[in-house]
Each structure stands twice: as C-alpha cells, then as structure tokens.
T-cell receptor, first 112, second 112 residues
Framework: DQQVKQNSPSLSVQEGRISILNCDYTNSMFDYFLWYKKYPAEGPTFLISISSIKDKNEDGRFTVFLNKSAKHLSLHIVPSQPGDSAVYFCAVQETSGSRLTFGEGTQLTVNP | NAGVTQTPKFQVLKTGQSMTLQCAQDMNHNSMYWYRQDPGMGLRLIYYSASEGTTDKGEVPNGYNVSRLNKREFSLRLESAAPSQTSVYFC???????????FGSGTRLTVV
C-alpha cells in the first residue's frame, strides 16, 4: 500500500502565478516531511522540510504547509518561474525511522 | 566538494549478466541509501545502511545485494540481471536521521 501519495502526476501554471503541489500520507507516525526537486538526468535536490511540531515553513519563494489532522502536506511556490519546471517529490519519515519514503512525484511546468 | 559520486552513469546489460553499481560520498555522512526510480512509481528504497557496518532491506530488495565497504562507499550488486531491473538508480547519503539526503546523479541501467 502506498503510504505517501501525490495525486497529481502533472501541473501546469503561468509564470508569476502560484504553484501548489500536494501530498497525502496515511501514517500518523510520520513526523518529518521534505520536498525534493528533480531535473531530467540529475539526482533529486533538497528543497525544504518541516517537522510535525510546526504547520508552516518558508524559504524564499517556497513555503511548505502541514495539516496533521488531514495528513496533508503542500508546497507553495510564489511567484513561479520557468526554471521551477521539474519533478517534485514529497518525502516522509517516521519518528523512529531511519529512511525516507517518497511519493510518486508531480511534474510541474511553468509556462513563460 | 564532489558530494555523492555514482559510477557508471549508463550501462546496458544482457539478461543474466551481473554488475556492481558504485557509490562514494565525501561528506562524512553516516547513512547511505540505494533507490530506484521508475515512471509513475517515485523513488523506491532498495537497501540502506544506517551506519558503517550495518545494512537493511528496503521496499524492493529482491535481486540485489549491497556492501557498505567503509564509511564512504556503498555498492549495489545485481547478481543476475533481469529486464524488470531496467531503471534509474540513485545513491543518497545523509549525516543523520533528521537531515535531508544528498543524492548522486544516477545510473541509467537497461537490461535487454
């Protein structure tokens, strides 16, 4: 069973607008959440993280929101830029865990 | 500052052949991981090594073996390659359980 799901395989937005990427998880023991970005032919790179004691974390144009009751994680990119076009993966970890579990990924395309 | 280095970058194998994927990190990280990426399935954990001297199975370990040679190096071996092992393989490392991963650039493996 998929413990982490990114239900949108793809998302297309206009440059300058907000991009919202979503991630749902099933296990209430997950307490560390991350987002990675991946360009073609490269490895994923870390973007932003949040622990379960917070509900929001910001880093420049990127903000991650955590809704623990809904078991839902989202990444907001404002304003979106063409260079943000990539695959975005959410990842989760249990309190006692030693590894990350990844979602399927969402392909974001930002159109000029 | 090489980070995580994977070799080779590309490989084509015939069914039944064996090979070893190499991974080395120069960041003094304790934990190392092998993932595979397949379309629509995200990143799935094959094996990991939480610390030097230990290895554990991930979600999809069948058909693979690993060796944590020392703190820097973590290799993945395919003893008898199968077409189902056609994938992109990523090695990752991190300092500890509350840190993000650093990924290598990947090995694209095709088994014919």
């Amino acid at each position: 069973d998929q413990q982490v799901k990114q239900n949108s395989p793809s998302l297309s937005v206009q440059e300058g607008r907000i991009s919202i990427l979503n991630c749902d998880y099933t296990n209430s023991m997950f307490d560390y959440f991350l987002w990675y970005k991946k360009y073609p032919a490269e490895g994923p790179t870390f973007l932003i993280s949040i622990s379960s004691i917070k509900d929001k974390n910001e880093d420049g144009r990127f903000t991650v929101f955590l809704n623990k009751s809904a078991k839902h994680l989202s990444l907001h990119i404002v304003p979106s830029q063409p260079g943000d076009s990539a695959v975005y993966f959410c990842a989760v970890q249990e309190t006692s865990g030693s590894r990350l579990t990844f979602g399927e990924g969402t392909q974001l395309t930002v159109n000029p | 500052n090489a980070g995580v280095t994977q070799t080779p970058k590309f490989q084509v194998l015939k069914t039944g052949q064996s090979m070893t994927l190499q991974c080395a990190q120069d960041m003094n990280h304790n934990s190392m991981y092998w993932y595979r990426q397949d379309p629509g399935m995200g990143l799935r954990l094959i094996y990991y090594s939480a610390s030097e001297g230990t290895t554990d199975k991930g979600e999809v370990p069948n058909g693979y073996n690993v060796s944590r040679l020392n703190k820097r190096e973590f290799s993945l071996r395919l003893e008898s390659a199968a077409p189902s092992q056609t994938s992109v393989y990523f090695c990752a490392s991190r300092l500890g359980v509350r840190y993000s991963y650093t990924f290598g650039s990947g090995t694209r493996l095709t088994v014919v």
